[in-house]
């Protein structure tokens, strides 16, 4: 786990020496679980996407502990209790885009990204729907999607769970800047 | 009686009060905290490049006083995201700031001196709730 990020960030940038490498450092994920009793939410505007064109392999790393709540308590219950961010400090998102986009031509491309998550500790087969933006050159992305907690071995006490959602909403997006 | 009975209802409602104060507590703020470490955010990645797992044990979730010149400063949503300058793109420091941060008057090349608390490293040190000690 460790060391995957950095493999697969080297997996991406160094294969294919003409192709066209993008990054950022500031992409943001959030996300947010709407239960009966109240909707939790947190933000990460520190996550690292790389995106290579030419290929369509797409990664995306987040810190856990960099999520920003505006509860003290969640914080410390979602970094000690759910996603056990000492263990598991990062989410790992590595995929490709399942078609072809015509990077030279501004538009706006629905597409799906098809990869792997890896997070808690376990890593899922996922399929998310993806919005490519191509303006003047600059490429960004957005995507909103769903995960079971439970697939990621998250289980959610049934103290509370009228608080905790067991499908979580993510929200990612990235502007990304040339290499 | 009743003596007692309102002794134990001024316990539950003060174990009631501090619940709800702690269910609402926002995260802490960085102003009030100590730095764990003052460091110049040159040093600060060299112990990175020399060992990146040592410096993440070492710093993870403590609160560091960093020195260094802004290569990047920008509001994002609610809050101010800052890169140190770096003469690597694949590192560098990142800092999130406090929403009650205002670096608008912060520009390229400025001098910062700031504290904030480390997360981890992905592409760079990450560090999080931010606060400017300086300007």
């Known amino acids: 786990m460790k060391y995957l990020f950095t493999a697969a960030f080297s997996l991406v940038f160094l294969s294919g020496a003409f192709a066209q490498k993008f990054y950022t450092k500031q992409a943001s994920i959030k996300f947010e679980s709407e239960a009966p009793m109240e909707t939790i939410s947190a933000i990460n505007q520190q996550a690292v996407s790389v995106l290579d064109s030419e290929t369509g392999e797409m990664q995306w790393s987040a810190l856990v502990k960099s999520f920003r709540f505006d509860k003290a308590l969640m914080q410390e219950h979602f970094n000690e209790n759910y996603l056990e961010s000492d263990d598991y400090p990062k989410a790992i998102f590595t995929g490709r885009l399942a078609e072809n986009i015509s990077w030279q031509t501004d538009g706006q491309y629905e597409v799906l990204v098809r990869g792997t998550l890896d997070m808690h500790g376990e890593q899922n087969e996922v399929e998310i729907p993806a919005t490519i933006y191509v303006r003047d050159g600059v490429i960004s992305a957005s995507s909103a999607f769903a995960v079971q907690v439970a697939d990621y071995g998250i289980k959610i006490p049934k103290v509370v769970k009228d608080n905790v959602s067991e499908q979580v909403k993510i929200y990612v997006q990235a502007q990304y800047q040339a290499l | 009686m009743k003596k007692i009975l309102g002794i134990v209802f001024l316990l539950i409602l003060a174990v009631v009060a501090y619940g709800v104060f702690k269910y609402y507590q926002p995260p802490a703020d960085t102003a009030n905290k100590n730095a764990d470490y003052t460091v110049d955010a040159d040093a600060f990645l060299v112990e990175f490049s020399s060992d990146e797992t ?6 993870m979730d403590q609160i560091v006083e960093l020195h260094g010149k802004i290569q990047s400063v920008e ?3 609610e809050t101010y995201l800052v890169q140190l300058s ?13 929403p009650d941060q205002d670096l608008s008057q912060y520009s390229a090349k400025d001098d910062i001196a700031l504290r904030a608390r480390y997360t981890g490293y992905l592409m760079g040190a990450a560090l999080v709730e931010g606060v400017i000690i300086n300007k």
């Open chain 2, 75 to 77: 509001k994002q949503g």
């Open chain 2, 86 to 98: 770096s003469e690597n793109p694949m590192s560098g420091i990142a800092i999130e700031f406090q």
């Open chain 2, 54 to 59: 040592k410096a993440n044990t070492k710093y």
